[in-house]
Nanobody, 127 residues
Framework: QVQLVESGGGLVQAGGSLRLACAAS????????MGWFRQAPGKEREFVAS????????THADSVKGRFIISRDNTKKTVYLQMNSLKPEDTAVYYC????????????????????WGQGTQVTVSS
């Protein structure tokens, strides 16, 4: 079992920045690829970013590429999402998730492959 708790959400003006954090507890954090997803009202949950077990590989959705950066600190069992140049369309509940992967270099973009999910943190970007 892995428990995930997100933090760092809030209200920010367009163009601003936020840094989300997701703290994990339970089984070995470094055994999981980690991901961030978001869900806006009335929309499906969508992929934002993923990072491999060892942090050497990451991938980001086209909609956030160049603005958001995923990172992780395995010693702190925490994954981060640095969000810059925020736009009103980034408004959503942001979730972190953990996926068991066969290799330390695998990143996962499909939400169906994630086993554990946090409760989410609200990000609101005002125009």
């Amino acid at each position: 079992q892995v428990q995930l708790v997100e933090s760092g959400g809030g209200l920010v003006q367009a163009g601003g920045s936020l840094r989300l954090a997701c703290a994990a507890s339970g089984r070995t954090f470094s055994s999981y690829a980690m991901g961030w997803f978001r869900q806006a009202p009335g929309k499906e949950r969508e992929f934002v970013a993923s990072i491999s077990q060892n942090g050497y590989r990451s991938t980001h959705a086209d909609s956030v590429k160049g603005r958001f950066i995923i990172s992780r600190d395995n010693t702190k069992k925490t994954v981060y999402l640095q969000m810059n140049s925020l736009k009103p369309e980034d408004t959503a509940v942001y979730y972190c998730a953990a996926a068991e992967t066969p290799s330390s270099l695998v990143v996962v973009s499909s939400r169906l492959l994630y086993t554990y999910w946090g409760q989410g943190t609200q990000v609101t970007v005002s125009s």
